[in-house]
């Protein structure tokens, strides 16, 4: 029986990501990292978060293996698992093993929708130990000081049944995501989208409004990604009103008077 190879080099980020920093959070990363502490990225979906740890790994060198987190996701899934292969037992590191052995960054994405027993593998590498427990190998990995673990979640979407617990959060170093203000969102989406200025300002206008709806039963105001959505159909030649309609409106409810809220909004704006 083998470890199975899989590429590390695949996951390594060989272009400096653009990110725009809004505070002191790559310092603090920096830090964290260099201490052996895991971090905590807190915030709504779409503002930023991956595209952080992108740049971040890239300014560490160290690979970036992003894990997106859902209800079915098992320890194997996370750990790995022996596979037949031509009639032999071979060994497959899952992405948080592979991670600790290549000392890369794991980042596992809306931690909180694994499965409670799912997370509680992170326990042991997210405290000073950092140690994973290869149980179906009988293998104890320690981390080397280059590993660095990472999650996210949305406190946004905080219910009793999806919440994260005591004893995984006290782990973490915490940064707090949001949408970047105003300007910084609007050179974020005129840089992405390739747009001109004054489309962008406006697309964070309308954000802004619909950000302004949570508290009228939208779950979740216009995220920037969805801003950058909008604005790369109006550089395409997608009239305004229409892009806004298909990439902010529509993607955010389904309700229809909360719909034609949201369009009211953009017919303010545009
Ligand atoms: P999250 O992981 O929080 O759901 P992302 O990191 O995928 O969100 O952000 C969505 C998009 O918004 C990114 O692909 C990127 O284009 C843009 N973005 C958000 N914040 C920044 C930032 N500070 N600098 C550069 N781009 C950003």
Redesign the pocket.
């Known amino acids: 029986m083998s470890v199975g190879q899989q590429k590390i080099e695949e996951h390594r980020i060989t272009s400096e990501p ?5 505070g002191d959070e790559l310092a603090i990363a920096r830090m964290a990292y260099a201490h052996g502490l895991p971090l905590l ?1 807190k ?10 740890m992108e740049y971040l790994a890239w300014e560490l060198q160290r690979p970036l293996i992003t894990v997106s987190c859902h209800d079915d996701l098992t320890t194997g899934d996370l750990v790995g698992r022996y596979l037949i292969r031509g009639g032999e037992a071979v060994w497959m590191d899952g992405p948080l093993a592979l991670a600790v052995r290549n000392g890369a960054i794991c980042y596992l ?1 809306e931690i909180v929708e694994a499965r409670k027993d799912t997370t509680v593998v992170i326990h042991p590498l997210a405290d000073d130990r950092r140690e994973l427990p290869v149980e179906k190998r009988g293998e104890l990995l320690t981390a080397p000081p280059e590993f660095m673990l990472a999650v ?1 979640y949305n406190p946004g979407y905080q219910s009793v049944l999806k919440d994260l617990k005591q004893s995984t959060r006290q782990r973490f170093v915490a940064l707090e ?1 949001d949408y ?1 203000e105003a300007e ?1 969102e609007s050179e ?1 989406v005129a ?2 989208a390739g747009l001109e200025a004054a489309t962008a300002r406006n697309l964070v206008k309308v954000a802004a409004m619909t950000r302004g709806l949570k508290d009228s039963g939208l779950q979740e105001g216009a ?3 969805l801003l ?1 959505h909008a604005g790369k159909l109006i550089k395409g030649g997608i009239d305004r009103r229409t892009a806004c309609r298909v990439a902010v409106c529509a993607p955010l409810s389904d309700e229809p008077e909360m719909l034609a809220a949201l369009e009211e909004i953009v017919s303010s704006v545009f």
Do not use: M, N, V, W
Not at 18 to 22: D, E, G, K, Q
Not at 43 to 52: A, E, V
């Open positions: 653009y990110y725009l920093p809004r990225l915030g709504p979906t779409g503002c930023g978060k991956t595209r952080f994405d996210s995501f970047p910084f974020i840089r992405e995220s920037t990604r950058i």
